[in-house]
């Protein structure tokens, strides 16, 4: 089970609202606070220039639907966003293509195996399953408009800019780092190539893939993104409508069902949101109609999640009331709505 060590934490109920300013600026240096020294886990090294993070490195921020941002610790240390780029690709195609349609596609199960496995492509006859797993993004990535790969790369690059609510830049030397280790998702192009489930080029769907996720964010900007998921896909800051109320719901029952890859299951008993992480250390959680929160910390546990950013992530669940399964009975508050 994950180790959210939030034992005696009391949960609140969700409810309809975020509470006021204070108490969840409180909260947020509180959360701060009570993970800050924790020194489990390891910074991710298999892309080279990964391991060069300081692992000391730990920022909270929260982003209302309102617009309003709370922001604690390094929330402003520049990191690349990797795996988290896969949920807003997938809401830029699902926005191209429809619910039914990219259903078909990419799918949205989960295969119960790790992110990046050949085995469960092969198991389902070259079906991805779903767009969190490596092939599924890489399904996805091929469906995103454009007639060649510079159309397709503007396309991603400004949608994912109108999601943080800022135009977002490429980090060149993870690019490059990655490009230079990514044969395992070259394998699994070629493989869908196979299958008939990919139409494009594969070497170039995954040189677009990893330069998706060599894009720098900071825990502030993926908070934004993950609250326009909240907001119906409009950006809180902006007030730009990035993508429909309906492909925003999509992409949010995908996370749930799909976000923490094998761990997807444990994620939603332990904490009750749907989420996204990345190897560079960041999270984020998002509470529908209310906000989100993204985290960055780069110690990972053995399944490749921030350490300090799932307890983190699971103590404002839970003290903020943002359980989406969490409720109390309506006759105990009958007396309050009166």
């Known amino acids: 089970m994950l180790n959210t060590d939030t034992e005696g934490v009391l949960q609140e109920a969700a409810t309809g609202a975020l509470p006021g300013w204070?108490?969840?600026?409180?909260?947020?240096?509180?959360?701060?606070?009570?993970?800050?020294?924790?020194?489990?886990?390891?910074?991710?090294?298999?892309?080279?220039?990964?391991?060069?993070?300081?692992?000391?490195?730990?920022?909270?921020?929260?982003?209302?639907?309102?617009?309003?941002?709370?922001?604690?610790?390094?929330?402003?240390?520049?990191?690349?966003?990797?795996?988290?780029?896969?949920?807003?690709?997938?809401?830029?195609v699902c926005e191209e293509?429809?619910?039914?349609?990219?259903?078909?596609?990419?799918?949205?199960?989960?295969?119960?195996?790790?992110f990046n496995s050949v085995i469960a492509l092969e198991l389902n006859g070259g079906h991805p399953m779903n767009p969190m797993v490596n092939a599924g993004a890489i399904a996805?990535?091929?469906?995103?408009?454009?007639?060649?790969?510079?159309?397709?790369?503007?396309?991603?690059?400004?949608?994912?800019?109108?999601?943080?609510?800022?135009?977002?830049?490429?980090?060149?030397?993870?690019?490059?780092?990655?490009?230079?280790?990514?044969?395992?998702?070259?394998?699994?192009?070629?493989?869908?190539?196979?299958?008939?489930?990919?139409?494009?080029?594969?070497?170039?769907?995954?040189?677009?893939?990893?330069?998706?996720?060599?894009?720098?964010?900071?825990a502030s900007d993926i908070a934004v993104m993950g609250a326009t998921l909240a907001d119906g896909g409009v950006n809180p800051v902006t007030r730009e409508r990035v993508v429909s109320a309906d492909v925003a719901r999509d992409t949010l029952a995908v996370l749930a069902a799909n976000g923490l890859y094998e761990r997807s299951g444990e994620w939603l008993f332990q904490i009750g949101l749907p989420a996204k992480s990345g190897v560079s250390g960041g999270i984020v959680a998002v509470a529908p109609g209310k906000g989100a929160i993204g985290t960055f910390s780069p110690r990972l546990d053995e399944a490749g999640n921030s350490v300090r950013g799932e307890r983190a992530t699971a103590y404002l669940s839970r003290t903020l009331g943002l359980n989406i399964f969490a409720s109390i009975d309506a006759r105990a508050t009958e007396g309050k709505q009166r």
């Open 22 to 92: 204070e108490r969840v600026e409180e909260l947020a240096r509180a959360a701060h606070a009570r993970y800050r020294a924790v020194d489990d886990g390891t910074v991710a090294d298999y892309i080279p220039v990964l391991a060069e993070a300081d692992p000391a490195w730990f920022g909270i921020a929260v982003a209302e639907t309102g617009g309003a941002l709370h922001e604690v610790g390094e929330t402003g240390v520049a990191f690349s966003i990797q795996s988290i780029s896969k949920a807003f690709v997938y809401a830029l």
């Open 97 to 114: 293509f429809g619910h039914e349609r990219i259903g078909e596609l990419v799918g949205v199960d989960n295969t119960g195996l790790p």
């Open 140 to 218: 996805s990535t091929a469906l995103v408009p454009g007639a060649t790969a510079a159309e397709k790369w503007e396309s991603i690059q400004a949608g994912l800019s109108r999601f943080a609510g800022r135009e977002l830049e490429v980090d060149e030397r993870v690019f490059v780092s990655e490009s230079a280790t990514n044969s395992r998702n070259q394998a699994l192009a070629r493989l869908l190539q196979s299958y008939g489930r990919l139409d494009a080029d594969p070497g170039e769907t995954v040189e677009l893939y990893t330069r998706q996720c060599s894009l720098l964010v900071t």
